[in-house]
Nanobody
Framework: QVQLVESGGGLVQAGGSLRLSCAAS????????MGWFRQAPGKSREFVAA????????NYADSVKGRFTISRDNAKNTVYLQMTSLKPEDTARYYC?????????????????WGQGTQVTVSS
C-alpha cells in the first residue's frame, strides 16, 4: 500500500513558476514508476509527466515539454514537478500517482495509487 500526499500548489501569474512535491509512504517507493496528471473543471484527467524507478527515463505531454520537469529523490520518497513559464491553460488540480510498473507510463490505468491532488491556478 502506498499513500501519496501532494503539496506546492497555489495561485501564480502567467509566466511564473511552481514546484509541486509528492511525498510517498512505504519502503518500496524506489520500485514504482511515478506520474503527474491533471484535471481541469469540466475536462477529463490528462497525463502531464512520468518518471521511471531510477529517474533515468521520463515522459512528458507535448503541452508541457520544455516547461515542466519531473524528478524524484528515492532517499526522500518524493517526486517533484517543476513547472515554469506557466500559462492559464495549466490551471487544474494536479495529481500524483504511483504505478507498480517501473517504467514512466503515460496511461492513467497503469497507476495503482493516487493522491488527493493540489490545485494550481494560473492567472492571466
Amino acid at each position: 500500500q502506498v499513500q501519496l500526499v501532494e503539496s506546492g500548489g497555489g495561485l501564480v501569474q502567467a509566466g511564473g513558476s511552481l514546484r509541486l512535491s509528492c511525498a510517498a509512504s512505504g519502503r518500496t517507493f524506489s520500485s514504482y514508476g511515478m506520474g503527474w496528471f491533471r484535471q481541469a473543471p469540466g475536462k477529463s484527467r490528462e497525463f502531464v509527466a512520468a518518471i521511471g524507478w531510477s529517474g533515468g527515463r521520463t515522459n512528458y505531454a507535448d503541452s508541457v515539454k520544455g516547461r515542466f520537469t519531473i524528478s524524484r529523490d528515492n532517499a526522500k520518497n518524493t517526486v517533484y514537478l517543476q513547472m515554469t513559464s506557466l500559462k492559464p491553460e495549466d490551471t487544474a488540480r494536479y495529481y500524483c500517482a504511483a504505478a507498480t510498473v517501473a517504467i514512466p507510463s503515460i496511461v492513467a490505468g497503469n497507476y495503482n495509487y493516487w493522491g488527493q491532488g493540489t490545485q494550481v491556478t494560473v492567472s492571466s
